[in-house]
């Protein structure tokens, strides 16, 4: 099966520059199909992406990982994407409760490697059993976010999922999100409201001050140690990705080619 690498999507990010998020995503779907789907945590860029789904028509499931500790408000939220704009949201579960885990294993989340263990179980793991169903996975990641984000390719691989992560909303300014949201009826988590920039595990997740920078309230308790969850690999710690297997006809239409076999 063909190999594709970060290198072969070097120059297809620079052509997809110019396109808007909604272009982005009917490209994605005509290149993807029903292999395509969305990852959502039900924060504020991911409604944004859901009512572009919703607005377009398209037929792309939203994948979301309820870790058995997420707030209501987060989960009112998926339920209103699903009645009111008719989203597929495919809800992913940990193997435990939060109430096994700590039985078993402890309080992890209370140290920088138990955050990661503890994040591994109940966000990454959950992901990882839709491996392989997928050839696209569609993300809401922005590089006004700054961070590691700062400079989040539109186009990246995943080499854990074996798909190629499109984020559709890589060049959408602060400016223009909240313009977004002004000018359309998007379903908002309303934790947004109360504070929090960045909404992940009630245990976890705090508000932020105005003065405080957005992830602030991401594992407050851990310092500045901690402020990914690495469910995203371009938030993971630097490492060269070998690149994924795909079929031949995805990667002809990723590049708008044919292969002749012809000897």
Known sequence: ?????PADLAPLNKTLEERTPQELLSWAASIFGERLALLSAMQM?????????????????????DTGVNFQETLDTRDRLINEQGLNVITLHPTMTM?????QRGIL?????GQKECCNMRKIQPLLTTAGKYDGIVGSLRRAEGGRRGGVPILA?????????????ANMTDEQMQEYLASNHVIVNPLHDQGFTTISCNRCTTPVLPSEP???????????WSAYCHINPTDRDAASSPGIDLDQDVLNRLF?????FAI
Not at 99 to 103: K, L, P, V, Y
């Open 214 to 224: 957005p992830r602030a309230g991401r594992w407050r308790h851990l310092g500045p």
């Open 157 to 169: 691989i995943d080499q854990d999922m074996k798909a190629v992560r499109v984020n559709v909303l």
């Open 256 to 260: 708008g080619r044919e292969t002749d």
């Open 45 to 65: 860029a991911g409604s944004i992406v859901c009512h572009m789904i919703a607005e377009a028509k398209l037929k792309i499931p939203v994948l979301f990982v």
């Open 1 to 5: 099966m063909p190999r594709l690498t």
């Open 99 to 103: 109430a096994d885990q700590i039985q």
């Open 109 to 113: 989340y209370l140290t920088p490697e």
